[in-house]
């Protein structure tokens, strides 16, 4: 019994704050902070598929970066002219990969989110507030490893006739990517229209109707509640007070954290850390209860 079984409640408003926390912080410790808890316990809930996804996500931040600081010229420490003799400088550079390195976090809190927060957790929050909102998340959260593994099918058969993501040369394999493409437009037109149809029949949208669920705020979630507003109220205090503030135009400032800023940042790290470490203390009492 990991976080996810924990009270939907519970898994919301941690992943709203640690999602909060990626894009709002720009400070080096910050970011440090939440790549890495966001990497681990996204290899924590996906395993191989999430090193690989993740590793492959730090090229693009360096792409992106070059793209922004050739584009965006702002700062007074200029490295080099680009094609069109714009000087490219070390602030926007620097920005550029700040930018990056706060978008791979998001993707990878979302992608051990997609694997905490089943389409039941939304019915049940967010069923009785507003319906169709909840009707369009949870086929959304369904939709997307769907979408996954309707390429690999599509791929795979396509293999057979030689038209493969990976055969022919470069030319060859965009179009067959193209192809690809194409077939799964097609395949979402159809699958979301019959995802509609057969929602409406089941009356999701009629007034008044409830939902089943089986969730119930016990003392661990608490327990957990209580942490995790400790933790959050220490992050905001610092947040509100500034220890986390960056410039990068004109000049690359920041403020060395002092002892409110490293009281902020203990308490945003054991935030990013809590679901993570609650893993780890029931594998450990489970281990412990079957050796004994």
């Known amino acids: 019994m990991g976080f996810e079984a924990c009270h939907p409640a519970v898994n919301f408003i941690f992943f709203a704050s640690v999602l909060w926390g990626s894009v ?42 070059l793209y922004y600081s050739a584009y965006h010229h702002f700062g007074v420490t200029v490295l080099r002219k680009n094609f069109i003799d714009n000087n490219m400088t070390l602030e926007s550079l620097i920005y550029g990969l700040v930018i990056g390195l706060r978008f791979a976090t998001v993707c990878m809190w979302l992608e051990a989110l997609f694997s ?11 069923g009785k507030v507003s319906p169709r909102l909840s009707l369009f998340l949870t086929i959304l959260l369904r939709f997307l490893p769907r979408l996954f593994r309707e390429a690999g099918r599509i791929n795979l058969a396509r293999k057979a006739i030689g038209r493969g993501t990976g055969q022919g040369n470069l030319l060859r394999r965009f179009c067959n990517c193209l192809g690809i493409f194409s077939m799964l437009i097609t395949w979402m037109i159809s699958a979301l229209a019959l995802e509609s149809d057969s929602m409406r029949s089941r009356g999701s949208l009629l007034r008044g109707r409830t939902a089943f669920s089986i969730y119930r705020f016990d003392n661990r979630d608490r327990a957990f509640v209580i942490s995790l507003f400790t933790c959050l109220t220490l992050t905001l205090m610092g947040a509100i007070l500034g220890t986390g503030r960056m410039w990068y135009n004109p000049r690359i400032l920041w403020r060395p954290l002092n002892a409110l800023g490293l009281l902020t940042a203990a308490g945003y790290l054991v935030l990013c850390l809590m679901p993570l470490g609650l893993e780890l203390w029931t594998d450990y009492r489970f ?5 004994s």
């Open 116 to 126: 905490v927060v089943s389409s039941d957790k939304v019915i049940y929050l967010f």
């Open 287 to 291: 281990r412990k209860a079957r050796t």
């Open 24 to 65: 709002y912080f720009q400070h080096p410790v910050f970011l440090a902070i939440a790549w890495l808890c966001a990497f681990s316990y996204s290899v924590r809930r996906a395993g191989r598929k999430a090193v690989i996804f993740n590793l492959c996500l730090l090229p693009l931040i360096v792409v992106f970066a």
